[in-house]
């Protein structure tokens, strides 16, 4: 089935950028998705990017997809310790019953050393 | 504040138990969704609706049901609770199917004993 991978942990310093990686498995992906939990919290959409597009930029958050290779990352430029958190991927679901539902990664926890 | 709204926070049920979560939606969204997310497991879809009476499962069903009787709620019933239940469950809506994201709540933490 349809798969998405992410690296568990990841540990920066407070002003440092922070690059999180994700992998999915579907060609036909048409949005993928990136989410922020913070402790306790549901899950907060950061951003996301249509299929048809390499990059999107908002403010510190960068999004770039490589379709050839199936990857997606997020970079955060000048990381805070309010960003520490979990970061999930997301990639649409392609087909069949659960057609335009979500498949998450298991997410990967940032944390910000200051 | 418009959103998603799940009760209760917290709850403890015995093994055996049933109950219902709550879910409440004042956004007009037409597609909501129950998830439910385990340590290293992500968020695994249980069952979604895409309109008024109309349900559907998704990737772990078993065990519970669901309904949509109106656009607003969509609860999710724990028939016989399991201590493979415990978790915390998420509800989701949105617009539309996804397109541009997810609304999520803030979470249900159920024990089972």
């Known amino acids: 089935g349809e798969d998405v991978e992410q690296s568990l942990f990841l540990s920066v310093r407070e002003g440092d950028s922070s690059v999180i990686n994700c992998t999915y498995t579907?060609?036909?992906?048409?949005?993928l998705y990136w989410y922020k939990q913070e402790p306790g919290a549901g899950l907060q959409l950061l951003t996301y990017i249509f299929s048809n597009m390499d990059m999107k930029q908002d403010q510190r958050l960068t999004v770039l997809l490589n379709k050839k290779d199936k990857h997606l990352s997020l970079r955060i430029a000048d990381t805070q310790t309010g960003d520490s958190a979990i970061y999930f991927c997301?990639?649409?679901?392609?087909?069949?019953?659960?057609?335009?539902?979500?498949?998450f990664g298991k997410g990967t926890k940032l944390s910000v050393k200051p | 504040n418009a959103g998603v709204t799940q009760t209760p926070k917290f709850q403890v049920l015995k093994t055996g138990q049933s109950m219902t979560l709550q879910c409440a939606q004042d956004?007009?969204?037409?597609?909501m969704s129950w998830y439910r997310q385990d340590p290293g497991m992500g968020l695994r879809l249980i069952h979604y609706s895409v309109g008024a009476g109309i349900t559907d499962q998704g990737e772990v069903p078993n065990g519970y049901n669901v309904s949509r009787s109106t656009t607003e709620d969509f609860p999710l019933r724990l028939l016989s609770a399991a201590p493979s239940q415990t978790s915390v469950y998420f509800c989701?809506?949105?617009?539309?199917?996804?397109?541009?994201?997810?609304?999520f709540g803030s979470g249900t933490r159920l024990t089972v004993v």
């Open positions: 956004m007009n969204h037409e597609y």
């Open positions: 997301a990639d649409r679901h392609p087909s069949g019953g659960s057609q335009g539902n979500l498949i």
């Open positions: 989701a809506s949105s617009y539309s199917l996804g397109d541009y994201g997810y609304t």
């Open positions: 579907d060609s036909s992906s048409t949005y």
